[in-house]
């Protein structure tokens, strides 16, 4: 029997109805979880039981009436603590951070709460989210439930580490160059960064997208009927779609399905990796997919010139800091952002120019295919106590090649569980879809959950 902390959300709507379960029960055994797992995890913050069950209860007599606020009424989330929640500080990974109360839920949050979902937590992330890893100067060191001394990716990292031990069945993040896909990849779990507006958020930025990150893929399309309604506080959001998120099946024969094993810069892809990309497309070929290797997407000059800009918008926030504040951010952070202090105009202003050059480039690389098949990083989880794999704050994007040109070009790509290597470490298969094609980047990564190989059960912790 599946334990109650870890049933899908699909699945709890239905015991909920029939009054097989509630959602105090399902609420307490997920708290329960995290006191015995999140000592060593450190994947939450500013949890508070007794607002969860608080929650819980009004969900648990709105079923009782017969009145659930939907699918979602009752379903135990956590929210990455950039996604604002009212009365609720918001550290950004930061001890640099003010711990004001935000003033109001931002979209994703407000989404959730009409929902009936219950909040049993925020998750942890590093400096600002702009590390791929657990590493924070505010928060303890996030690691990977799959082996404690690897790192869980981020900049979700607690998103990450939640949805593989069992923190409730859906996690909501944030991605702006991988920070969804990555954690999601090496945690071994769903983790969908949608198009760009296709689910508000607020502040909007160029690239930035709230997405969730489950156990199933039915869970996360669950997540996106409620998470891609629309809110008018986001200027860039998509215009309402009547789509049907729960909608997943669709034939395999006839779909053009692109292969991109070569990145073009970054890290190389290691062998196992490969292995598991290949198997996919090989699989999905024989149900009838036609395969197509694709060249490289983005280059060097691509990525430099966004790594500038970046720096250049960090340095901008933490030149605005006291010095005393200044101290308290992560060395590696001060490290990476210096140099925008040295930075000229021109450079800004060229390195900017690279978004349009990702996005055309990605866009023409795909056009000709339905979907593309791709590593989601070129290496398994790196180690926990590292900033990036390479710890190097002049090289820190060396593994996000396969997945920044999707930020930029704004089109949906999702990470799913592909496998593991030899030391059990999940590897994941990163499916991206043209612009706004969504529920058919979903269609597909449901398809692999049911052509794919048995993967291995969750991680449970080894006795401390």
Known sequence: MTALHAIPAAELAPLYRRRTLSPVEVTQAVLDRIAACDRRIAATWA?????????????????????????????????????????????????????????????????????????????????????????????RLTRNPWDLRRNPGGSSAGAGAAAAMGYG???????????????????????????????????????????????????????????????????????????????????LKGLRL????????????????????????LLFAAEGAELVELKPISTRAMVDGLDRFWRMRSWLDYAALPPERQAKVLPYIRRWIERGAQMSGEEVFRGFSQIAALRDAAIAATHGVDYVLSPVSPDVAFGATKASPLNDPERPFEHIAYTLPYNMSEQPAISVPAGHDRRGLPIGLQIAGRRHDDIGVLRLARAWEQIRPPLRDWPELPAA
């Not at 009145?67 to 929210?79: E, K, N």
């Open 258 to 281: 692109g292969v991109l094993l070569d990145a073009g810069w970054g890290d190389p892809l290691q062998p196992e990796v490969r292995d598991a990309v290949m198997l996919a497309a």
């Open 47 to 139: 949890l508070d039981p007794e607002a969860a069950l608080t929650q819980a209860r009004a969900s648990e007599l709105r079923w009782a009436r017969r009145s659930p606020l939907g699918p979602l009424d009752g379903v135990p989330v956590t929210l990455k603590e950039n996604i604002a929640s009212r009365g609720v500080p918001q550290p950004l990974g930061c001890a640099a951070s003010l711990l004001n109360p935000a003033r109001e839920d931002a979209p994703p949050t407000a989404r959730l709460r009409e929902a009936g979902a219950v909040f049993v937590a925020r998750t942890t992330m590093p400096d600002w989210g702009m590390l791929s890893s657990g590493l924070s100067s505010f928060h």
């Open 169 to 251: 069945p859906i996690h909501l993040g944030t991605d702006i160059g991988g920070s969804i896909r990555l954690p999601a990849g090496w945690c071994g779990v769903v983790g969908l960064k949608p198009s760009l507006g296709r689910i508000p958020i607020k502040p909007p930025y160029i690239g930035r997208v709230a997405g969730p990150l489950t156990r199933t893929v039915t869970d996360c399309a669950l997540a996106m009927s409620v998470l891609s309604r629309p809110d008018w506080r986001d200027a860039s959001s998509l215009p309402p779609a009547d789509i049907d998120w729960l909608d997943l099946q669709r034939p």
